[in-house]
């Protein structure tokens, strides 16, 4: 990874949504990793919620998150397995303006060269909402760690080259004002 140090560090503004039916705050290992991580990084945490597999509260809050000036990342952990509760992806694809398959792919290819063949279970997804990134991990504390460490890290730092999901984000809503002016 090329990080050019000629370049000032941009901290950005992150939430983290932990979806789980089980998990509280005190016992929210994978949470706990990304604020760690977050924080550690430079970026700012602005927000962290626990909510539950519920396909309404998880659009309500991250369209709610979207809709906030301060919010320009948001990372959930959970939710995205084969189970019947597992619907994060589900309930993400309706949000989404624009997806990053790309994402999802990377870290299947990550998680293979870890777990093997078992990184199908894997549904990790990435897309864009109001002008706002969002992820979406799995639920355990080391797919969180292979997220963060291997990916989000570098793509939410402007430094890093050839090109980082930073220096677009001023660009996220041009669609938006194209339509305005038609």
């Known amino acids: 990874m090329v990080i050019d140090n000629k370049i000032k560090f941009l901290p950005i503004n992150i939430s983290i949504l932990t979806i789980s039916d089980t998990r509280t705050i005190d016992n929210d ?8 991580r977050v924080k550690t990084s430079g970026h700012n945490l602005v927000y ?3 909510i539950k597999d519920d396909f309404n509260d998880i659009i309500r809050v991250v369209k ?6 301060n919010v320009d990342v948001i990372i959930t952990t959970g939710g995205t397995g084969l189970t019947g509760r597992d619907i994060t992806p589900e309930a993400m694809k309706t949000l989404f303006e624009k997806s990053i398959d790309g994402f999802g792919e990377m ?3 990550l998680s293979f ?7 199908l279970q894997s549904r990790a997804l990435a897309g864009v909402s109001n002008g706002t990134y969002i992820f979406c991990l799995p639920g355990s504390p080391s797919a969180c760690k292979d997220g963060w460490d291997d990916i989000l890290l ?3 730092d402007i430094r890093h080259k050839p090109c980082n999901f930073v220096e677009i984000m001023p660009r ?4 938006l004002n194209s339509r305005t002016k038609n």
């Open 172 to 175: 996220l809503n041009e669609h």
């Open 64 to 69: 709610g998150l979207t809709n906030k000036s």
């Open 154 to 156: 570098y793509q939410l």
């Open 107 to 109: 870290f299947r290819w």
């Open 48 to 50: 962290r919620e626990i």
């Open 113 to 119: 060269k870890k777990i093997g063949t078992s990184s």
């Open 29 to 36: 290992k994978s949470g706990d990793l990304l604020e760690e």
